[in-house]
DNA sequence: TTAGGCATGTAAAGTGTTACATGATTTG
DNA sequence: CAAATCATGTAACACTTTACATGCCTAA
């Protein structure tokens, strides 16, 4: 399933432009499948040249025609066999993990930074889910399992760095360069929460 | 942070040929950084031609040369620099989830499918990181701290799904064409543990 | 008047995945 | 005897990311 699959199915819930698409994609798909206008035009443009699609092109003031893609029948079987198929990824590559792996060569407001900096990102990502899946009262529950996924597994990776991040500073080096300045790292969440 | 990056981290604890450095990315890079040979051998070969790391070869018989690298000082401060920079990503992207999207368009028995594949490949997960965190008394702190958010994660996702799974299979399509066939999926984990 | 939203795309660069290619030794 | 482990790498392909390119309208 790739970006071009995604926005097909997509286009079976509704016809769209690629600036629509967009929309969509940072909406709910934000946190587990990012996409940008770099894949989705391409992809649009794909799925025309396919057959899967059909585009109607609807010229306007000022600005570019708006191109509004309608999925056609050889679209929908195409994505229901893509639907079908066995074995769905789910692929997870943190950069995150990967530098704290190396803690002990960090020094402690380096650390601190960094894990002050994920939780925001968890708080946003849950708000945002929260923001979207609140907007819309009767999300189908395809879409309301996947938030809550998304808003249930983010949770859990905020405690889990509130819980344990103080194991990590233990260990880590104390920069005698940066040691004497107040620590800004104090008012952090970590520090009050911990 | 990329596999060459993280390559030379690796390298930094202790030399390790390529094949040596897959090892350890089978093991507890496996489920959040994962890395082929396709990726690690060009890697390798880039760092040495930036003088990050030596190559000595070592001839051994009916086997192609051990090549062992080590990192030189050169490679310490790129890796240093590397840790210091500001935002490590915890890129997702999950073809499992963008599936479930979907659920309405699927049949009750191919979301059986999805649902318990996920189960079970979280299960192993879970055992996999146990094995390997349990395998080594005295972890380093990022270590832990790694394979414990890894561990606490794959659980959440876990608990979820089957918490939550039950949700998708009341709306899900019946298929007529699969009806009339005993249930395959009475005898999964999904339907005895929800 | 400035920032944000609307609206389209292209092109190059960067990365990673998969398949290919080879072959001896050890373990069950 | 078969499968796994040891051991290296290349080449093609796929896919995404980022930067570039353009320009009007609306609301604060």
């Not at 946190?31 to 059909?54: C, M, N, Q």
């Not at 993990?97 to 946003?124: G, K, P, S, V």
Request: charged content about 25%; overall charge neutral; proline content about 4%.
């Amino acid at each position: 399933m790739d970006v071009k699959t995604l926005c097909l199915g997509l286009l079976s819930f509704r016809p769209a432009s690629g600036y629509d698409l967009k929309k969509e994609f940072e909406s709910l798909f934000k946190h587990f499948f990012p996409a940008g206008y770099g894949s989705i035009y391409p992809a649009l443009a794909d799925l025309a040249t396919a057959g899967y699609v059909e585009c109607e092109e609807i010229a306007q003031q000022g600005k570019p025609d708006r191109k509004v893609y309608a999925i056609t029948p050889a679209g929908q079987s195409a994505f229901s066999q893509a639907l079908a198929q066995a074995n769905p990824r789910h692929k997870l590559r943190s950069e995150f993990l990967a530098t704290i792996y190396f803690a002990e060569l960090m020094d402690a407001d380096q650390l601190h930074e960094l894990l002050d900096n994920r939780l925001a990102e968890l708080r946003d990502a849950i708000a945002h889910i929260d923001q979207v899946s609140n907007g819309d009262r009767d999300l189908p529950a395809g879409a309301r399992f996947v938030a809550g996924f998304g808003a249930t597994l983010a949770a859990a990776a905020a405690a889990y760095i509130e819980e344990h991040g103080a194991m990590l500073l233990k260990d880590a080096r104390q920069d005698s360069r940066r040691a004497k300045r107040p620590r800004r790292a104090a008012q952090t969440n970590l520090e009050t929460r911990v």
